[in-house]
């Protein structure tokens, strides 16, 4: 795990060289492909048109996402590793589910990055200003952007509840048990 988090960290470090490869193969691809994404999604022209503060929350909230992914992928083979032979519910959570809904999970969908990306396509190309002005603006903007992830990650959790449990994968409904 702290392979992919290093690499996605050199992926956004703007000071690595972009050309620089994994010594595992496999991770390699991975690598060039999560670059090559992240460069598409950074350099869509409306992104590039978009204030300093609105690029930089696309690219932060990519980068969470990105990170989360991989944070979700070991949470579920936990869960099917302390599931083998054992009942179908998980133990009793660390948290709260509102807790764990807005904070770990809403980092593993793409509610976040889609929000920030959303309104940088909304703002006009004349004009380069943040697109929520002002701190007050911008706190709402990111409440409503982390209520959105949460409610995205409770309704997909809600149509694969089986699935999950099938494939051992961690579902927020069963967190909040």
Known sequence: M???ELMIQQIFDTSSRAKD???????????TTLHR????????PKI???????????????????????RSIFESSSLAASRKGAASQPKHPQETYHKWAH???????????????FC??????????DCFPGAEAKYLAHDLSLHLASLCRMENDIGSIERDRREHNLNSIDCGA
């Open 2 to 4: 702290r392979d992919l």
């Open 21 to 31: 490869r994994c010594p595992n193969r496999e991770l390699d691809e991975v690598r």
């Open 37 to 44: 994404v992240t460069s598409w999604v950074l350099n869509q």
């Open 48 to 70: 590039l048109a978009s204030s300093q503060y609105d690029r930089t929350v696309v690219r932060r909230e990519l980068k969470a996402y990105y990170l989360g992914q991989i």
């Open 103 to 117: 904070t770990t999970s809403a980092d593993h969908v793409a509610g976040l990055i889609a929000f920030p990306f």
């Open 120 to 129: 940088c396509l909304l703002n006009p190309n004349d004009e380069v200003q």
